[in-house]
């Protein structure tokens, strides 16, 4: 049975409040320092190849879905700023027909030489493009985005200051965001049964901290960080009844992790890395990610360019380790850019994993049409995926996407 809408993990009330009541109040009441809201509007439809691998998943082929984004910001006085930002699917053969997030809420202010952020923060530390093992701050939301890109809205503090080429934020975080991850009649699906309870082992609302250095030099960049409380990565546990796998829970581990990302540009091509160290009760580990992006410009007689990256992925995990990609993994891709009114974009991306064999496919394109609309089309192809924890799921979840997108 489908969950009702509006299904998606709640924010506490404390965070939400203030962004979401006043917020709006404010913004009426100073429509003369207000920016005009900007968003989009778009429809997408996913057609599957092949019949689902588990028996509660929809066997629709053509799956449609509508979606908007919503951006408002305002000025209440020299010092004092307030950004909203909020998300809306609707996909009624999903488990949960509407998702929605606050992806930012946060009121803005500067007192002497810091910078602060209050409500529904939204930080951003990741520098390679496939995974990022250091960007931990929000939760991921993998119903969006299976590679974990689109991320939750994270109820926090932010206090931010530099001193000549050094950045210095520290964040407080109130509140542990659950993953969202596919289950019952989604496809894309990582578990064979359904989710069933989380547990975070030092409470939900049990206070995170980070800390990260940013300094800038150049066509240098180095970032430090340091972050303590809920893993973002979840352990799941099976649960039986009668001998038989009825679902999972999910466990938040409390952790310790060290972060360095390094980002180097030498003529057209950029060098990046990742590295951590977390430390857990289950297990501790250094994980890795390297890769490079190298640009060539003005292929043939106009602006065209062809990008090309390439990305390796290892890390130390046990075998109690949350279902997470990228531990040995490779990532490799093209990137073909016209560059022109039309911004007509070609990208092939292929991902192979070494301890499992499995190889994962994506095409896509898009197109501008005019100056509002864009027209994107995208085929993700698994394969061999059986024997992979985290992929086997999506063994006959073969897809082709058309999606369509309105910007205002």
Partial sequence: MKRPALATKALPYAALLPPLLLSPLLLVSNLGAAQTPRGNIGFDAMYFAEQPLLPDQSGQSVQPGLSGDLDWSTDLSDDIRVDLGTRLHITPDAENEVTGDVKEAVFLTRVKAFDIKLGVLQENWRVLEAWSPVDLVNQ??????????????????????????????????????????????????????????????????DIGFALRLQYRIGDFDLGLSRYQGHTREPLYQPVFQNSTLSGFNERYEDIAQTGL??????????????????????????????????????????????????????????????????????????????????????????????EFDSDLI????????????????????????????????FKQDKYFQLSWVWYW
Wanted: negative net charge; glycine residues 8%; charged residues 25%.
């Fill in 261 to 354: 990302e390094l980002q180097y540009v030498v003529g057209d091509t950029v060098l990046k890395a990742e590295v951590i160290y977390q430390s857990g009760a289950t297990d501790s580990f250094v994980g890795s990610g390297i890769g490079s992006e190298t640009t060539f410009n003005q292929i043939g007689n106009g602006f065209d360019s062809i990008t090309v990256y390439a990305e390796g992925y290892y890390d130390t995990r046990n075998d109690a380790a949350p279902l997470t990609p990228f531990q040995r993994d490779v990532f490799v891709g093209l990137r073909y850019n016209t560059n022109d009114v039309n911004d007509s974009l070609l990208d092939l991306r292929y991902t192979h994993d070494f």
């Fill in 362 to 393: 994506e095409l896509r394109a898009s197109r501008r049409l005019g100056s509002s609309h864009t027209l994107s089309a995208q085929i993700l192809l698994p394969l061999s995926v059986s024997e992979d924890p985290a992929l086997r799921g």
């Fill in 140 to 205: 991921r939301d993998m119903v969006e985005d299976f590679r974990g890109k689109v991320k939750l809205g994270q109820p926090g503090v932010s206090v931010n200051t530099f001193y000549n080429d050094v950045v210095f934020t520290a964040l407080a975080l109130p509140y542990t965001r659950e993953r969202r991850i596919a289950d019952g009649s989604d496809r894309l699906r990582t578990l064979p049964a359904p989710l069933l309870d989380s547990t975070f082992e030092n409470g939900q609302s």
